[in-house]
């Protein structure tokens, strides 16, 4: 009898403690040696508020190569990947037709020149009346547009690059037939990238030309800074979001087709922040220790965006509160602890 009214005694006195508020530590953590770590107040701090848009990285400057004139490609000089100079030539093509019908203009303007040299002498003389030598010479000058007009379709037949930069993809090769308006080539200058991002009408309006917005890309480990270079004016009616492209710096590792992100600006809220080394990872768990009556208080956090040296606490923690900072990843719920000084 003396034994059980003994255990129900501690257990009143337990159960007593706890409506308190106080819970009486366990004998794994009771016996557990005092340790001496680092705190740091809890501070709440003012940050810009975004929302993220998604988009692609793309070629300020990039070009669909097309011939201007029909014929056969008779050569291919240009592969996907391969670095070209302006001005330099990517295909050529076979233009027969218009070799034959250039040289034929070559002949009737050597004949129309020759007859009004004939009439200029004959108008010397005064033996051609002034309008028999205005035709002939209005004859030399048609025939004279004629070989021009000839000479510049011969010239479409050589395919040059626009501008420098890489070919990126070829639409054709040796033997097909090239027309105006049918793609050959696709050129792009990788030195000079920017983001294409689809911004939600509702945050449109926080963006202006010339803002600097961080943009992450899924390859790289540093955040860039992009530039806003152009806003759509009009929404596009079946996503309801507006275009907006943003320059970006020279970056290694950065091309043309990676996926990416702006943080747009949506407004300012408040939260707490703690040091990144408060923070302990175990398993999917993000955990830190708080000081309570010089025992570390385990609470299960969730973190938000990382500032500096700083990270933002979405829940789990209330400014003022004390926090561990060093010496947190061995410690233990309830574990005593002594603070530095």
């Keep these: 009898m003396p034994s059980i009214r003994s255990g129900r005694t501690c257990l009143a006195i337990a159960l007593l403690l706890q409506g308190c508020g106080h819970e009486a530590p366990s004998p794994s953590t009771a016996s557990l040696p005092p340790a001496t770590v680092s705190v740091a107040t809890v501070a709440s701090k003012d940050r810009v508020a975004t929302e993220d848009a998604v988009g692609t990285v793309r070629a300020r400057l990039r070009a669909v190569i097309e011939a201007k004139a029909s ?7 240009a592969v996907p990947g391969q670095t070209v100079q302006e001005g330099e030539l990517l295909a050529e093509l076979d ?10 203009a070559r002949v009737v303007r050597e ?13 010397e003389q005064k033996i051609l009346s002034q309008s028999e030598y205005e035709t002939a010479r209005s004859r030399f000058q048609v025939a004279d547009a004629a070989v021009r007009e000839a000479e510049t379709m011969l010239g479409y037949g050589r395919v040059v690059a626009p501008f420098t930069g890489v070919i990126t993809r070829k639409y054709a090769d040796v033997g097909d037939l090239a027309a105006p308006g049918k793609a050959l080539l696709e050129i792009e200058d990788p030195t000079a990238l920017r983001l294409e991002a689809d911004v939600p009408e509702a945050i449109v ?19 860039l800074t992009g530039v806003v270079g152009e806003i759509a004016p009009a929404a596009d009616p079946s996503t309801r979001t507006f275009l907006v492209k943003l ?16 943080s747009m600006p949506v407004g300012v809220t408040s ?22 009556s010089n025992r570390a208080e385990m609470r299960i956090v969730k973190t938000g965006k990382a500032v500096g040296d700083e990270v933002e606490l979405v829940s789990g923690v209330e400014p003022g509160e004390q926090i561990v900072t060093g010496g947190a990843a061995e410690l233990l719920d309830g574990q005593p602890v002594i603070v530095k000084p």
């Excluded at 233009?95 to 034929?104: G, K, M, P, S, W």
């Excluded at 020759?114 to 200029?120: A, I, N």
């Excluded at 020279?250 to 702006?262: E, I, M, N």
């Design 271 to 292: 939260s707490p922040h703690v040091p990144k080394n408060a923070v302990v990872q175990r398993g999917q768990m993000e955990l830190v220790f708080v000081v309570r």
């Design 205 to 223: 309006d926080r963006v202006s030309l010339g803002d600097r917005l961080a943009v992450r890309v899924a390859t790289l480990t540093n955040v």
């Design 111 to 123: 004949q129309a020149e020759s007859d009004l040299k004939r009439f200029t002498s004959l108008l």
């Design 71 to 77: 014929g056969r490609i008779q050569r291919m000089l």
């Design 95 to 104: 233009l027969r037709e218009t070799q034959a019908r250039l040289e034929q």
């Design 247 to 262: 320059d970006l710096p020279s970056t290694p590792g950065l091309r043309a087709g990676q996926f990416g992100r702006v």
